[in-house]
């Protein structure tokens, strides 16, 4: 069998990304054996610059080079100090960037003009990136297309739970009538302990923040734009809907009692931070709010550490996936599917 060589940049060496060399490290004889094709890491930025080396960059060598604390323009002999991303992409001759820089809704940068660019470029493009799939996913899905390359985000709604292969591979011919999702695993992990502990809201988020499952500033979670930010790019990549923020009712969990929550418990019920597209008309209703669903419902037995979506459709029925134990691993290895789902 001959192996095909796939050269492949990264941009954002943090959590997502680390956790991906590490995927390129451990999978490598899979890929190859089993999908036919070897990864060569040809370039990397972070917030330091940029390191480029077309013969090839050491995973294992970035990896040492982080964990000291030190960025990719520190490696010697390839490291570039402030070479910005999409100069990174101009110039390593990748056929692929994977995205995992942070996800910012207010301009999309640096991830937007960085995918524009390799897409211009005819790389194929895999972000877990959401910011520039939320405000401009169908600028950047008409550039792929113009390109003849392939632009996947699986990894960006829910991690490793299927919510856009499900929708975007499973679903085609059906009609959906209704979606409904728990996206930020941050609020279910909140609203389940308020639930089975009995702790206010100010208590359980305090305890989230103290082990690292909440961020020091929680709004975008806590006041569901993630979960937004979430339901726009299934609203836009799988129901085809050209959809903004500015669409999406969202109401986070800030109001949400204890007292609520063990009245709908008591009631055979659950309080969930449901992110929801409704057929409506010719249209759909898009919302995130905190929604009582009964204990029959699928998505009201997720746990703290998990996430999940059905889809209510014409031909195929109802359709759930739940993923539990999100973390970074579970995300770097959405990106890896996509990876080999566009190159195996
Ligand atoms: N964490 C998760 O579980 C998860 C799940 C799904 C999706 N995501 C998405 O995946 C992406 C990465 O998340 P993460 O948790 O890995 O974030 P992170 O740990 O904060 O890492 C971000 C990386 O991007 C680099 N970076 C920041 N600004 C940059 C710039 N201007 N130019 C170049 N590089 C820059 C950082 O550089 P330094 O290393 O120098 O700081 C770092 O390497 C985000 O968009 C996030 O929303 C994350």
Redesign the pocket.
């Known amino acids: 069998m001959t192996v095909k060589q796939v050269r492949v940049a990264l941009?954002?060496?943090?959590?997502?990304?680390?956790?991906f060399l590490q995927l390129m490290l451990d999978k490598a004889e899979l890929l190859r054996q089993r999908h036919g094709f070897e990864m060569t890491l040809v370039g990397l930025?972070?917030?330091?610059g940029?390191a480029l080396d077309p013969a090839g960059l050491r995973p294992a060598d970035i990896l040492s080079l982080?964990a000291a604390g030190r960025?990719?323009a520190a490696l010697p002999a390839h490291g570039q100090p402030g070479m910005?991303?999409d100069e990174l992409v101009r110039r390593c001759g990748a056929d692929l960037l994977l995205?995992?820089?942070?996800?910012n809704i207010v301009d999309g940068?640096?991830?937007l003009r960085?995918i524009e660019t390799a897409l211009g470029l005819k790389m194929h493009v895999v972000?877990?990136?959401?910011?520039p799939l939320v405000l401009a996913y169908p600028h950047l899905m008409a550039l792929a297309r113009q390109q003849g390359v392939a632009l996947k985000h699986s990894?960006?709604v829910?991690?490793s739970c299927p919510t856009v292969n499900i929708g975007q591979r499973d679903l085609l011919g059906c009609q959906v009538a209704r979606l409904e999702g728990i996206f930020n695993m941050t609020t279910n992990t909140i609203l389940c302990r308020m639930a089975e502990k009995g702790l206010s809201f100010d208590v359980a988020l305090a305890q989230a923040q103290a082990e690292g499952i909440a961020e020091a500033d929680p709004t975008l979670d806590i006041d569901g734009w993630d979960a937004a930010n979430k339901l726009v790019i299934l609203a836009n990549s799988v129901l085809g809907l050209p959809v903004t923020l500015a669409d999406v009712e969202v109401e986070g969990i800030r109001g949400v009692r204890i007292e609520a929550l063990q009245r709908a418990q008591a009631e055979g019920s659950a309080i969930k931070l449901l992110a929801t597209a409704a057929q409506a008309g010719d249209g759909y209703k898009l919302a995130v709010r905190p929604t009582t669903i009964p204990l029959t419902h699928p998505l009201a037995r997720l746990t703290a550490d998990q996430m999940g979506i059905i889809y209510y459709t014409d031909v195929q029925g109802t359709i759930a996936a739940v993923a539990g134990q999100?973390?970074?691993l579970?995300?770097a290895g959405?990106m890896l599917r996509d990876v080999v789902a566009i190159c195996g």
Not at 127 to 131: C, E, H, L, M, Q
């Open positions: 941009v954002g060496a943090g959590n997502i990304g680390r956790a930025a972070d917030r330091s940029a982080k960025g990719a910005p991303p995205e995992a820089s942070p996800t940068q640096p991830g960085t972000s877990a990136n959401k910011g990894a960006a829910a991690g999100q973390g970074v579970t995300t959405a």
